[in-house]
């Protein structure tokens, strides 16, 4: 059982490329987001999917967009990297979203914009 | 911002003694949970607190939700090595959408 996969683990991105960080999961949850983490900020979250072809914004959307066709994939993307995306992100996934039930991690993926 | 404001951001102790971080809420929470990060890792839940007053244990670790739902506390007895790593609480806003807000983490160093 792999759980919440993502990649790349490491990526080093010039400012202005885009590119897509994958999340799959293979629970058959209904709840994915995706997190970034700085150094003493926690863990902020950027959009998440309650369903297949349902997504919304969190608290740091901006400059990130989302898309969620099947149950297990849920990827982000990075529209035009800014130095300031410099972060981990995780994506996680749960069974239901009401009440919440264990989010369950990805490995991270640790983004450098130069 | 921050839906829960978790204190302290450091705590630095000698193995065997103990460890306690706290969260706290300005609104009533619906429930709460706790999360582990060792260095380098991803989260891991650790568990989930419903129940006004509510305390749950395992093992050394000693889990509390407030009589009035709105504080949580994280109670290590006698810390170890293994201990180590940063420790979150996340709550949701109580809306149908259930989205997990984190709190900024207590990173504990014990050393031996």
């Known amino acids: 059982n792999a759980g919440v996969t993502q990649t790349p683990k490491f990526q080093v991105l010039k400012t202005g490329q885009s590119m897509t960080l994958q999340c799959a999961q293979d629970?058959?949850?209904?709840?994915m987001s995706w997190y970034r983490q700085d150094p003493g900020m926690g863990l902020r979250l950027i959009h998440y999917?309650?369903?297949?072809?349902?997504?919304d914004q969190g608290e740091v959307p901006n400059g990130y967009n989302v898309s969620r066709s099947t149950t297990e994939d849920f990827p982000l993307r990075l529209l035009s990297a800014a130095p300031s995306q410099t972060s981990v992100y995780f994506c996680?996934?749960?069974?239901?979203?009401?009440?919440?039930?264990?989010?369950?991690f990805g490995q991270g993926t640790r983004l450098t914009v130069v | 911002g921050q839906q829960v404001m978790q204190i302290p951001q450091y705590q630095h102790v000698q193995e065997g003694e103990d460890f306690t971080t706290y969260c706290n809420s300005s609104?009533?929470?619906?429930?709460i949970q706790w999360y582990k990060q060792r260095p380098g890792g991803h989260p891991v839940f650790l568990i989930q607190?419903?129940?006004?007053?509510e305390v749950k244990k395992q093992k050394r670790l000693t889990f509390q939700f407030g009589e009035a739902k709105k504080n949580s506390s994280l109670h290590i007895t006698a810390t170890q090595t293994t201990d180590v790593g940063t420790y979150f609480c996340?709550?949701?806003?109580?809306?149908?959408?259930?989205?997990?807000?984190f709190g900024r983490g207590t990173q504990l160093t014990v050393w031996p």
């Open positions: 607190l419903v129940k006004s007053g």
């Open positions: 629970m058959n949850h209904e709840y």
């Open positions: 996680a996934s749960s069974y239901t979203i009401t009440p919440n039930t264990e989010a369950f």
């Open positions: 999917s309650v369903g297949a072809g349902i997504t």
């Open positions: 609104t009533t929470l619906s429930n």
């Open positions: 996340a709550v949701d806003r109580g809306s149908t959408l259930g989205r997990l807000y």
